[in-house]
Antibody
Framework: EVQLVESGGGLVQPGGSLRLSCTASEFILSSFWMTWVRQAPGKGLEWVANIRADGAVEHYLDSVKGRFTISRDNTKNSVYLHMNVLRAEDTALYYC??????????????????WGQGTMVTVSS | AVQMTQSPSSLSASVGDRVAITCRASQDIRKDLGWYQQKPGKSPRLLIYGASTLQSGVPLRFSGSGSGTDFTLTINNLQPEDFATYYCLHDFDYPRTFGQGTKVGIK
């Protein structure tokens, strides 16, 4: 079954660090842009970061720039989110998603077609 | 950064109804918009990308329209499995931003 599985979440104190992992099954992750999206408890979805298939380009939500780093190891079919200087407002369920990056009439569109089940990050003292 | 304003925040409808959800962008985003469905306790599901292209496997009762700043997700003949929260997401520039979500409940 084509799927993504996240891990690495947990309870961490403010100012602490965590590394989230997302591993793909039944598809080659190296062909795709990958994205992290989060959802605070009872709230909506928030786009966090993405990384190009070759790992050479990254983009971030302004509030996580300088604190979070997205990376990937295509030999391990995995993408990561390194989170430092964590704040209470980073508390959320973190999803990774595959971006089909589809082309239509010469234009390119994001299309997050495969999502993991999410891993929960709780920042609290 | 592009801001997305989604409305309504919630609505109540009956099986068989036609439902429309709108998203307005703070600037022209061409057709760089997708729609996602999320059910409680589940991961989001891609419905539409490029404002109007239906993702493979998504029922034809779902449709998307619009370009520029105004976009609409329409669900015809609402089915029991369609009661969920729907989000728009722009991919015009960075950072990407989701709309606030629209919860479609049972009347």
């Amino acid at each position: 079954e084509v799927q993504l599985v996240e891990s690495g979440g947990g309870l961490v104190q403010p100012g602490g660090s965590l590394r989230l992992s997302c591993t793909a099954s039944e598809f080659i992750l190296s062909s795709f842009w990958m994205t992290w999206v989060r959802q605070a408890p009872g709230k909506g979805l928030e786009w966090v970061a993405n990384i190009r298939a070759d790992g050479a380009v990254e983009h971030y939500l302004d509030s996580v720039k300088g604190r979070f780093t997205i990376s990937r190891d295509n030999t391990k079919n995995s993408v990561y989110l390194h989170m430092n200087v964590l704040r209470a407002e980073d508390t959320a369920l973190y999803y990774c998603a595959r971006d089909l990056d589809v082309s239509d009439s010469g234009l390119w569109y994001d299309a997050y077609d495969i999502w993991g089940q999410g891993t929960m990050v709780t920042v609290s003292s | 950064a592009v801001q997305m304003t989604q409305s309504p925040s919630s609505l109540s409808a009956s099986v068989g109804d036609r439902v429309a959800i709108t998203c307005r962008a703070s600037q022209d985003i061409r057709k760089d918009l997708g729609w996602y469905q999320q059910k409680p306790g589940k991961s989001p599901r891609l419905l539409i990308y490029g404002a109007s292209t239906l993702q493979s496997g998504v029922p034809l009762r779902f449709s998307g329209s619009g370009s520029g700043t105004d976009f609409t997700l329409t669900i015809n003949n609402l089915q029991p499995e369609d009661f969920a929260t729907y989000y728009c997401l722009h991919d015009f520039d960075y950072p990407r931003t989701f709309g606030q979500g629209t919860k479609v409940g049972i009347k």
